[in-house]
């Protein structure tokens, strides 16, 4: 399927890496110009080069840091005028939450719910005068579920899940759309992270871990970012301008539930 969006230029925030990558390969592969992002400046040049030369595409590397004012300027001044922003940014590490400070509280939620809502703000005036935008929220599985030591990750993106909810009933029409995709368990460097100081914890092998985090999949496999940035695609698509407001669970069925 054609999904009508090349020539569009994209921002994919925090797209080094994982599931952001994802998105800037699958987005690039439709002939989009993209402008990817991240801290670490070579990194960041290595996989633009890479994805380059995977798609032919046009992909810009912007260094930065996505919740500071000076690393959204950076984005927008590579992309001014954006017609897909895929909002994605680093969740705090997993604690109890009665661990957590003010300050600890304070930066989860700048990093997962305000950033996002700056970035909407700044790019969806220019979007609706020009009458398409889409913008995708990567967010998490467990706003709809909780994850033990995640409190503070879940709550600032369900937050930003519900402040964007009446947002994007008011630009629908307007062919703009705001849309959430909440990944379950993905096979990213953030999930495998964490396997060691659970293997440390539980007297077993990292690898133990992963097959027991797998075999609690429906689909006995974890996702990968490629099929991830496909949906995120289609999302951004010319097609997809008829959906708005809605949260896309892809977590292999780990989610019980029928709604």
């Known amino acids: 399927m054609d999904l009508g969006i090349a020539g569009r230029t994209a921002i994919v925030c925090a797209s080094s890496k994982g599931l952001g990558r994802g998105c800037a390969e699958a987005l690039a592969a439709e002939g989009c ?6 801290r670490d400046g070579a990194r960041l040049d290595t996989v633009a080069a890479e994805i380059r030369e995977r798609t032919g595409a046009e992909v810009i590397a912007v260094a930065g840091d996505v919740a500071t004012r000076e690393g959204q300027d950076a984005l927008l001044s590579a992309a001014p005028s954006p017609d897909i922003l895929v909002n994605n940014n680093a969740g705090p590490p997993r604690k109890d939450f009665r661990e957590l400070t003010r300050e600890a509280v304070l930066a989860g939620v700048v990093a997962n719910m305000v950033t996002p809502i700056e970035l909407v703000q700044r790019v969806i005036d220019g979007m609706s005068e020009r009458g398409f935008g889409r913008i995708v929220n990567i967010t998490s599985a467990s706003v709809k579920a909780p994850i033990t030591g995640l409190d503070l990750s879940s709550g600032a993106r369900a937050g930003l899940t519900a402040f964007l909810a009446g947002v994007a009933r008011t630009v629908a029409d307007r062919n703009v759309t705001i849309n959430a995709i909440l990944p ?5 460097d953030r999930l495998r992270g964490g396997f060691p ?16 985090r797998m075999s609690s999949v429906p689909a006995r496999r974890f996702g990968s970012p490629e099929e991830f940035g496909q949906l995120c695609a289609y999302l951004c698509s010319a097609q997809a301008g008829y959906i708005t407001g809605q949260n896309f669970l892809i977590d292999g069925g780990a989610f019980p539930g029928a709604f």
């Open 197 to 212: 100081a659970e293997a440390k914890l539980k007297g077993v092998s990292a690898e133990e871990v992963a097959a027991a």
């Open 33 to 38: 110009r993209v402008v990817i992002n991240g």
């Open 184 to 188: 379950g368990m993905f096979d990213t």
